[in-house]
Protein backbone atom coordinates (compact mmCIF):
# COMPACT_ATOMS: atom_id res chain seq x y z
CA UNK A 1 0.00 0.00 0.00
CA UNK A 2 1.29 3.47 -0.97
CA UNK A 3 1.08 6.74 1.51
CA UNK A 4 -0.08 9.81 0.66
CA UNK A 5 -0.11 13.09 2.83
CA UNK A 6 -3.14 15.30 2.53
CA UNK A 7 -2.94 19.01 3.46
CA UNK A 8 -6.57 19.97 4.81
CA UNK A 9 -8.02 23.48 6.00
CA UNK A 10 -9.02 23.29 9.52
CA UNK A 11 -11.74 23.27 9.30
CA UNK A 12 -12.10 20.00 6.50
CA UNK A 13 -9.53 18.62 9.06
CA UNK A 14 -12.67 19.49 11.73
CA UNK A 15 -15.78 17.81 9.76
CA UNK A 16 -13.53 14.88 9.06
CA UNK A 17 -12.63 14.46 12.76
CA UNK A 18 -16.88 15.05 13.29
CA UNK A 19 -17.80 12.45 10.97
CA UNK A 20 -15.10 9.89 12.51
CA UNK A 21 -15.90 10.39 15.72
CA UNK A 22 -19.38 9.83 15.30
CA UNK A 23 -19.08 6.47 13.15
CA UNK A 24 -16.71 5.30 14.84
CA UNK A 25 -13.87 5.08 12.48
CA UNK A 26 -10.40 6.50 12.00
CA UNK A 27 -10.24 9.56 10.06
CA UNK A 28 -7.96 8.09 7.63
CA UNK A 29 -10.75 5.44 6.83
CA UNK A 30 -13.17 8.04 6.42
CA UNK A 31 -11.32 10.03 4.32
CA UNK A 32 -10.61 6.94 1.97
CA UNK A 33 -13.81 5.97 1.80
CA UNK A 34 -14.75 9.67 0.78
CA UNK A 35 -11.96 9.16 -2.16
CA UNK A 36 -13.48 6.29 -2.87
CA UNK A 37 -16.73 7.73 -3.47
CA UNK A 38 -15.12 10.49 -5.43
CA UNK A 39 -12.91 8.52 -8.28
CA UNK A 40 -15.91 6.01 -8.69
CA UNK A 41 -18.44 9.14 -9.54
CA UNK A 42 -16.25 11.23 -11.21
CA UNK A 43 -15.36 8.22 -13.64
CA UNK A 44 -18.98 7.02 -14.48
CA UNK A 45 -19.34 11.10 -15.27
CA UNK A 46 -16.10 10.66 -17.44
CA UNK A 47 -17.12 7.69 -19.29
CA UNK A 48 -20.47 8.61 -19.34
CA UNK A 49 -19.06 12.20 -21.15
CA UNK A 50 -16.95 10.02 -23.47
CA UNK A 51 -19.80 7.57 -24.48
CA UNK A 52 -22.17 10.49 -25.26
CA UNK A 53 -19.37 12.44 -27.22
CA UNK A 54 -18.52 9.18 -29.21
CA UNK A 55 -21.85 8.39 -30.49
CA UNK A 56 -22.32 12.32 -31.45
CA UNK A 57 -19.16 11.85 -33.69
CA UNK A 58 -19.46 8.07 -34.34
CA UNK A 59 -19.47 8.84 -38.04
CA UNK A 60 -16.55 10.63 -37.68
CA UNK A 61 -14.56 8.48 -35.83
CA UNK A 62 -15.34 6.15 -38.19
CA UNK A 63 -14.28 7.94 -41.03
CA UNK A 64 -10.96 8.59 -39.12
CA UNK A 65 -10.33 4.64 -38.59
CA UNK A 66 -11.00 3.70 -42.43
Do not use: K, N
Not at 28 to 33: G, S
Not at 38 to 47: I, M, N, P, T
Not at 55 to 62: C, E, G, N, Q, T
Amino acid sequence: MHELTLFIDPATRQALDDLADASGRPGEEVALDAVRRYLREEGAAVRACAERLALSHADLLRRLGE
